[in-house]
């Protein structure tokens, strides 16, 4: 077990934690893990997490000097790994995913036998005042970064909000042959808008409940759940869980590594307390070298440069498409936990590189299972370690 302050380019810092199982990096700028590695069948140790060309590495956007190149597309100077954004997109606003935070404390839990980092951030802007406090951690024998977000709306206006998580993952762990699974149940993709430049593989706008049968745009049906080899598209689909799912989750497997990435959180019927946010809404963007808009290409209408798969959850913006809210908000005074979890492991069984049929909650862990095949992932899908942990660390603090 290991946790340590390192640093990176310029000025910019991060936090590197380790459970021998999986390496994390969380860089201070944006909040942004820009790495989650474990070990391979074949021994090496993998970082599934994306860091793409362009992401920015001195001090920030409007210091850099390349700034010129950024200055229309500053969301993309932390680009990559995983990020968690709030509360919107508007570049013009102080973001969770656009701002520094600062690293308060960090240290092993005596309970839990853990290692913990906490951070804050606040906003003062004008009808934009919030403050979010966020505490990660990794525990033994977990091959599992988990995290908790506190959100509290400092300002005296209600605040509008969308809270989501987003992992992009990118070469060597992504590539073709990779499958994608999720326990959503219903699935409608969109056409690109109006700031990207691709070309489509799914039509848009039709209702669809399996990813191996997608509508396709040129052809009768597409498996969404394979990843192919580049082909020159992109697509952005959001999906649905069940009321009744107490977890949602998503996850990518890479038959050849035999590795699986795995991502859930609390959905619609978790029994978790009302502070706590239940979505049960996922979305998963595409990019098989099909992005010829800047950065994604050297310019505007360029070649592709990146292939990558994002995968997201949490509280998103589907513009009024699924039965359920695409827009939140937070009283004065009020507060709301956001609770996530990111697993990364290899697997020992090869049939298991043919997809999943099930996951399966037992007690410390989920069981992904194929007929009478299945590999154990030990974590604490519950989250109770990571919220009692966070209850402590946030109420000294206050003290």
């Known amino acids: 077990m290991d946790i340590r302050r390192i640093p990176l380019w310029e000025s910019r810092n991060a ?47 409007l210091s850099d000097s390349n700034a010129d190149w950024f200055k229309s ?4 100077y932390q680009a990559g790994g995983i990020y968690f954004s709030f509360p919107g997109k508007d570049e013009e606003s102080i973001l969770t995913s656009n701002t520094y935070w600062m690293v308060r404390r960090y240290g092993s839990d005596g309970e839990s036998g853990g290692l913990w980092r906490m951070s804050e951030m606040k906003s003062r802007q004008e009808h934009n005042r919030y403050r979010a406090v966020k505490i990660d951690l990794m525990l033994p024998s977990q091959p599992v970064l988990y995290s908790f977000i506190r959100l509290v709306n400092t300002g005296d206006e209600e605040l509008e909000y969308n809270a989501t998580m987003h992992s992009m993952l990118m070469p060597p762990f992504l590539e073709s042959g990779c499958l994608v699974n999720t326990n959503a149940s219903s699935f409608e993709a969109f056409s690109p808008n109006f700031r990207e430049v691709a070309f489509n593989r799914l039509a848009s706008g039709e209702r669809f409940y399996d990813l191996r049968h997608a509508p396709g745009a040129n052809t009768a049906s597409v498996d969404a759940s394979y990843i192919p080899g580049p082909t020159g598209s992109y697509d952005y689909i959001v999906g649905r869980m069940g009321d009744s799912e107490d977890i949602g989750w998503i996850s990518v497997i890479n038959p050849r590594l035999q590795m699986i990435y795995l991502s859930f959180f609390p959905a619609f019927g978790s029994r978790l307390d009302q502070s706590v946010m239940k979505s049960g809404v996922i979305d998963i963007a595409y990019n098989l070298l099909g992005r010829m808009d800047s950065p994604w290409a050297l310019y505007e209408g360029g070649t592709p440069q990146v292939f990558s798969l994002t995968t997201g959850f949490g509280r998103i913006d589907h513009h009024d498409r699924l039965n359920c809210p695409s827009r939140y908000s937070l009283k004065p005074g009020e507060y709301s936990d956001f609770l996530s979890a990111h697993a990364f492991t290899s697997y020992e069984n090869p049939r298991i590189s043919n997809g999943f049929y099930s996951l399966e909650k037992e007690d410390g862990a989920l069981v992904c299972k194929r007929t009478k095949s299945y590999a154990i992932i030990p974590c604490d899908w519950t989250f109770k370690t990571l919220r009692n942990l966070s209850a402590r660390l946030i109420q000294s603090s206050e003290n």
């Open 15 to 61: 936090t590197f934690m380790s459970n021998n199982l999986v390496n994390a990096i969380i860089e201070d700028q944006g909040e942004v893990a820009i790495e989650l590695s474990a070990r391979a069948v074949q021994g090496g140790f993998v970082n599934a997490l994306s860091l793409p060309y362009f992401r920015g590495r001195e001090t920030g956007v």
């Open 73 to 76: 597309k500053q969301s993309f």
